[in-house]
């Protein structure tokens, strides 16, 4: 009934930028926080930025003043402009989702996730 799907990975030079989308659907009433977080093999997965509803956004120390969260709340996408990568950076990016939803005449609230898209950036 909903989804998250993401789109705009890819390979990069160091210093490079990526934008990274995230669309939500299905039955939806209502998203409410939704964030990108990385994984890299044998780490676990570590947020990356968060915008929520309504207030301020939220970034890991790591990526702070370079990346930058934002949300269209009519087509219900997140973006991630990534700028001035790192080989660091290179990462499965995860869209995440907290979402307010219906199935037939019942409203449901609950996380979900997408897909993930591979970032690599080459040094």
């Known amino acids: 009934q909903v989804q998250l799907v993401e789109s705009g990975g890819g390979l990069v030079q160091a210093g490079g930028s990526l934008r990274l989308s995230c669309a939500a659907s299905?039955?939806?009433?209502?998203?409410?926080?939704m964030g990108w977080y990385r994984q890299v093999p044998g780490k676990q997965r570590e947020l990356v930025a968060t915008?929520?509803?309504?207030?301020?956004?939220n970034y890991a120390d790591s990526v702070k003043g370079r990346f930058t969260i934002s949300r269209d709340n009519v087509k219900n996408i997140v973006y991630l402009q990534m700028n001035s990568l790192k080989p660091e950076d290179t990462a499965v990016y995860y869209c995440?989702?907290?979402?307010?939803?219906?199935?037939?005449?019942?409203?449901?609230?609950?996380?979900?996730w997408g897909q993930g898209t591979q970032v690599t950036v080459s040094s």
């Open positions: 995440n989702g907290n979402l307010k939803y219906y199935i037939g005449p019942v409203f449901y609230t609950g996380d979900f």
């Open positions: 299905g039955t939806i009433y209502r998203v409410n926080a």
């Open positions: 915008v929520p509803g309504a207030g301020t956004t």
